[in-house]
C-alpha cells in the first residue's frame, strides 16, 4: 500500500446505497465510484450522525443521478444509513493503490 502525499477531501451531497446482489457485497466494506483507481481506501462519514467506515473501491458506478458513491450493504450499516439509502457524505482519500 502507498499512501498519499496528501489526503484529498471531498464533501458530497449524496450517495447511494448498493442493493444485497450478492453475500460478498452483503459482508464486505467495498464501494464503486467512477474514476478512482481500484484498490484505493477511502474513510467515508456520514454527515448526518457522524458515524465512519473505511471502504475500499473494487467497481464502477453510480450511474445514477448526481450520486457518486456506492456503497455495499455492509458499508451502510456501518454508517448507519441502510435504511435511508441516500445520506449527505464525506470522503477522504486513505490509500491509493496503482
Known amino acids: 500500500m502507498r499512501s498519499q502525499n496528501s489526503r ?3 464533501s458530497r451531497s449524496k450517495k447511494w446505497i448498493l442493493p444485497k446482489y450478492s453475500e460478498t ?3 464486505a466494506l467495498t464501494a464503486a465510484h467512477p474514476s478512482l483507481p481500484f484498490d484505493t481506501y477511502l474513510k467515508v462519514t456520514n454527515q448526518q450522525n457522524g458515524k465512519s467506515v473505511v471502504v475500499r473501491i473494487n467497481d464502477r458506478g453510480p450511474y445514477f443521478g448526481n450520486r457518486n458513491l456506492d456503497l455495499s450493504h455492509a458499508a451502510a450499516i456501518a454508517l448507519n444509513s441502510d435504511e435511508a439509502g441516500i445520506v449527505p457524505i464525506t470522503a477522504t482519500v486513505l490509500v491509493v493503490n496503482n
Open 8 to 10: 484529498i477531501k471531498q
Open 25 to 27: 457485497c452483503a459482508v
